[in-house]
């Protein structure tokens, strides 16, 4: 007999998914939260035989089950610990641990990925077409590789885990990765993904004009609260903001804060780490505890949500030959110019600021961290340069 305790999301199921198709009626899967995790390994071994082989997938156990793994395997106990975190890193110590965060040919892995791996080399599992690609689409969604390589097959795989009951998905999934050829989504899944999409865009739209700016340490981050897509709602927060280092996602309900980046600078996983969190360079979260609950949320409740860039604009562009024009909630007025390939400039109010900037997102950056400063709207634009005009002209 077999055991899997794995993680509750699209990575973790993708594990328990790969374990039924390896193993059938002869495994038993259960998916955890974090912290629901260490009652099962505890019950588990107060109450397992050394007869059944234990696997922990995607998720990290605490030191005390840590240590009663080892007893258990050193006893004749058979476990199988599969990781992709660096915070479980240590695990290799052990005999029975496997962690892996980047693969030899340089992409990430994920638990999915690892366990499929594993099943095919100790050839509990056989390779299909099929199988290969629905485990690299986990992959990719997990370790962000989708958005770098806009795999929307990837980010909608995980929108219909989140549609559907993870019972319907295990259905669905087995059933398809037993019988076709390629991956794919059915006709209906395709229409329902479709009106997912729209509804996701509308929720993303309505949370940009919520985002508030802070400066934690040295990095600028952007906070905002919401319950759900937060993967996609960070990358695209991210992208709209891109002088933020990362985005702050707190979930009130779930008293806990997510992490996102779209930069290589910044390793989120480090951020949660000093909230007795973790997770991936590029996506992790926390527990919201005293010290995260004070400083997202005490600290910045009463900070004012950033202006959105002017989109539609026909003459005030970014990296104009005429200058970029922005203002802040004080009503400064701020030009972006270059004076040269390599010398770019910020003018507030008329008289030039003593930094220069090697490119236009170099000041861009500055202005937008330490001003809160906005592209403003053509009418905006080209009346300020008409009363400049007029100015010039009475003079």
Not at 49 to 66: A, G, I, Q, R
Request: a negative charge; charged letters at 30%.
């Amino acid at each position: 007999m077999y055991r899997l305790l794995s993680h509750n999301d699209l990575d973790g199921v993708g594990c328990g998914i790969l374990a039924k198709l390896a193993f059938g009626k002869d495994v038993r899967v259960r998916y955890n939260s974090i912290a629901s995790l260490n009652r099962e390994v505890e019950w588990f071994l107060e109450n397992g035989n050394k007869d059944t082989f234990l696997f922990v997938t995607d998720l990290s156990v605490n030191e005390e089950n840590e240590e009663k793994l080892e007893e258990f395997y050193r006893a004749g106990g058979n476990v199988q610990f599969l990781d992709h975190h660096k915070t479980a890193l240590h695990f290799n110590e052990y005999e029975w641990g496997h962690v892996v965060v980047e693969d030899e040919e340089g992409k990430l892995t994920s638990a999915t990925s690892l366990l499929y791996e594993y099943l095919v080399d100790q050839q509990l599992l056989k390779a299909t077409e099929s199988l290969t690609e629905f485990v690299d689409l986990v992959r990719q969604y997990d370790t962000w590789e989708w958005e770098k390589n806009e795999n929307q097959t990837a980010r909608q795989l995980n929108a219909l885990f989140f549609l559907i009951s993870i019972e319907e998905f295990e259905d669905i999934m087995l059933e398809r990765l037993q019988k076709s050829d390629h991956f794919y989504f059915d006709d209906f899944e395709k229409k329902i993904l479709g009106m997912e999409d729209n509804k996701i865009d509308r929720y993303i739209r309505r949370k940009k004009r919520q985002l508030v700016q802070t400066k934690i340490g040295d990095h600028y981050a952007g906070i905002v609260y919401a319950e759900s897509y937060h993967s996609e709602l960070g990358n695209e927060l991210g992208k709209e903001y891109p002088h933020l280092d990362y985005i702050v996602i707190l979930n009130m309900g779930g008293k806990r804060a997510g992490f996102r980046t779209i930069h290589d600078h910044v390793d989120v996983s480090e951020v949660a780490g000093r909230f007795a969190g973790g997770g991936h360079a590029k996506a992790s979260g926390c527990s919201l505890n005293n010290d995260a609950y004070k400083l997202f949320v005490t600290d910045t409740f009463h900070l004012d949500a950033l202006r959105e860039d002017a989109k539609r604009n026909r003459y005030n562009l970014k990296q104009s030959s005429f200058g970029s024009m922005y203002k802040n909630r004080t009503e400064a007025i701020f030009i972006i110019f270059s004076e040269d390939d390599d010398r770019w400039v910020i003018e507030q109010n008329q008289t030039e600021l003593d930094q220069t900037f090697a490119t236009y997102e170099e000041a861009e950056n500055f202005l937008k961290r330490n001003y809160e400063a906005w592209l403003v709207k053509d009418d905006t634009f080209v009346r300020h340069l008409m009363e400049k005009l007029g100015k010039i002209n009475r003079d």
